[in-house]
């Protein structure tokens, strides 16, 4: 019970910090003997607490960026319902062949992101200015496929979240951030809600709640501590993350 609720303080930080907090209350369920598609369930209802804190601790970064959420919310929403779907009819197998190329991915355009943001913003203008429709759409889709990522594994949503709006984005890193929790948090409601109603004797209230209590905690901790980090400190944070969760997700 002490480890299960020690790995939700780390992922509710990382999560508010970076994103794939996951990657840390999974293997740890799995570890402890959980079965995955219990561990998944558990995690996705109980990171659902830390998501609310670590939202609540960047509100300030997420003034002025409703005119494009209107549009990722509801691509967040309807890929979360597809991706729990997903999860409840699929064999789990199908979908973890394919998290690790999602995630090497992911972490190539946080790599390549600063060069990339450069080129984006010289043809959009000045930081928080207004995007073409081409790239709303393709921000609008991204934002859908990792929605559906998200409701079937919910892992290392958050990076491939920032690495598509650092692609298409002129916006700074903490306010990505921002916006990557607003919409991991909502990802996490559906998928534990469709699991609750779905799949309730499935999962293990015991660790959903250890794992709630531990993320609440750890999503202020990250977001006090996480505003305070340079974007090339964000970045590096994102990608040693990143690649420690790819090692502990293929030793899974």
């Known amino acids: 019970m002490i480890l299960i609720a020690l790995a939700g303080v780390g992922a509710g930080a990382i999560n508010a910090v970076v994103g794939s907090g996951t990657l840390i209350t999974f293997p740890t369920l799995v570890a402890l003997g ?19 804190s670590g939202t609540w601790g960047y509100r300030r970064e997420l003034r002025g960026q409703w005119k494009r959420l209107r549009w990722q919310i509801p691509g ?5 319902i597809l991706g729990s779907w997903l999860l409840l009819h699929l064999p789990e197998k199908v979908f973890v062949a394919v998290v690790p190329v999602l995630l090497i991915g992911a972490l190539l355009l946080v790599v390549f992101g600063p060069k990339i943001q450069a080129w984006a913003n010289k043809r959009s203008g000045e930081e928080g200015a207004p995007i073409s429709r081409g790239r709303m759409v393709l921000l609008v889709l991204g934002t859908f496929a990792v929605g559906v990522y998200g409701g079937y594994f919910t ?26 929790n607003l919409l991991s948090l ?13 799949a309730f004797d499935r999962i293990s209230w015991v660790a959903a709640g250890l794992i709630a209590v531990g993320s609440l905690a750890g999503g202020f901790l990250g977001a006090h501590y996480g505003r305070r980090l340079s974007p090339l400190a964000l970045r590096i ?14 030793a899974v």
Do not use: C, D, H
Request: glycine share 12%; aromatic share 4%.
């Open 76 to 80: 967040s929403l309807l890929g979360a």
């Open 186 to 198: 909502l990802v996490n409601v559906v998928a534990a809600a469709a699991y609750t109603l779905v």
């Open 237 to 250: 944070i994102i990608v040693i993350v990143g690649l420690i969760g790819l090692w502990r997700l293929l």
């Open 155 to 180: 892992a290392a949503q958050g990076i491939l979240l920032i690495g598509i709006m650092g692609a298409l984005l002129p916006e700074s890193m903490q306010r990505m951030n921002a916006a990557k």
């Open 34 to 52: 959980f079965p995955p598609v219990t561990a998944t369930m558990s995690n996705a209802v109980g990171l659902v607490a830390g998501g609310v």
